[in-house]
């Protein structure tokens, strides 16, 4: 018979009261806060405080919506002409000056795919 090291787990899973699921909770929501430091100082994972923010605050509700836009021909916009795009997450694109359409559309698609919810 060999003798070899035996490794003794003694984990115990832990019952968090909602309110402290709360206050955690809170706390990484705060202005400025870093969840991967809130989950730290309250020894846990990322990976569960985020799914103690679904349980407690639900999924974000997708809030896209999209207004109508005239593209006016080159000839009557002037040379000094801002195009101001503000998405849903707070992307923001700027165009100054002329601006190709085509372009317009496919950087609008492109912020539209980064800044979803997921």
């Given amino acids: 018979m060999t003798n070899g090291a035996v490794e003794v787990i003694t984990s115990v899973r832990r019952r968090w009261p909602r309110a402290e ?13 870093v969840a991967s430091e809130v989950a730290r100082a309250a020894g846990i994972h990322t990976s569960q405080l985020f799914r103690w923010r679904q349980q407690l605050c639900g ?5 896209a919506s999209f207004a109508p836009v005239a593209i006016v021909p080159d000839a009557v916009t002037p040379a000094t002409s801002t ?20 372009i317009v559309s496919a950087l609008i698609a492109g912020l539209a795919k980064i800044a979803r919810p997921r």
Avoid at 21 to 33: D, F, M, Q, S, W
Avoid at 59 to 63: I, M, Q, T, V
Avoid at 83 to 102: C, H, K, Q, S
């Fill in 83 to 102: 195009i101001e795009v503000e998405l849903a997450g707070g992307t923001r694109m700027r165009i100054t000056g002329a601006a190709d359409p085509v």
């Fill in 59 to 63: 999924r974000p509700a997708a809030s």
């Fill in 21 to 33: 699921k709360e206050r955690i909770v809170a706390a990484a929501l705060a202005t400025g806060a």
